[in-house]
């Protein structure tokens, strides 16, 4: 489990920032993991941001809402770049299904954590072929705590990191639930997939 460095507005004498990946298959539990240390951060009375890709409207377009229904209001942003100007004077930067924005994220990432801040970015780490999804792996090389959550394998019952697509669209980026999509391990994903 993630243990915060520091918490609190005491934490440090000049504020330090850095970057945390939640990262994952779908159906790992990584919204769940960006709302916990949000959540926690809340309680320590630090001012938090909340952020997610416009495209992603799968439930409201102002909720981080993960799979069990737990919440937090976030502002849905078309570019990455958007965050500079709406981030503020905040201390922790939450930002869902990074998967979906554009490249710009990687920089912008970087100078929120230059500025002081706490950024913690959530999102797929592989795609529907199982490849790498960017802009997730030059997340994950300038992060400074990386966190790799599983999901449990819907085949086998192992420990899960692959979302296996279960129709037969091709687009990288199909918004779907239980129905289009279910998590496998590394068997069972490559036995139903042929490249
Ligand atoms: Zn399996």
Redesign the pocket.
């Given at each position: 489990m993630f243990i915060e460095t520091s918490l609190g507005k005491g934490a440090g004498k000049e504020k330090k920032g850095h970057i945390e990946v939640i990262c994952g298959s779908m159906f790992s539990g990584k919204t769940e993991e960006l709302i916990r240390r949000l959540n926690r951060a809340l309680i320590a009375r630090q001012q938090v941001e909340i952020f997610k890709p416009a495209l992603d409207t799968r439930y409201h377009a102002y909720d981080v809402v993960s799979h069990n229904e737990t919440a937090i209001r976030s502002t849905p942003i078309q570019f990455a770049q958007d965050i500079l100007l709406l981030a503020g004077n905040c201390d922790v930067v939450g930002i869902d299904e990074v998967q979906f924005l554009d490249a710009g994220i990687v920089e912008v990432a970087i100078r929120l954590a230059n500025q002081g801040k706490r950024v913690i970015l959530a999102g797929l780490d592989m795609d529907f072929e199982g490849r790498p999804f960017e802009p997730m792996p030059q997340l994950l090389a300038v992060a400074e705590y990386v966190t790799k959550v599983h999901a449990i394998?819907?085949?086998?019952?192992?420990l899960?990191s692959y979302s296996y697509r279960l129709n037969e669209a091709k687009e990288k980026v199909v918004l779907g639930e239980k129905d289009s999509y279910e998590a496998?391990?590394?068997?069972?994903?490559y036995e139903g997939f042929t490249p």
């Open positions: 394998c819907m085949k086998c019952g192992d899960a496998r391990c590394r068997k069972c994903f």
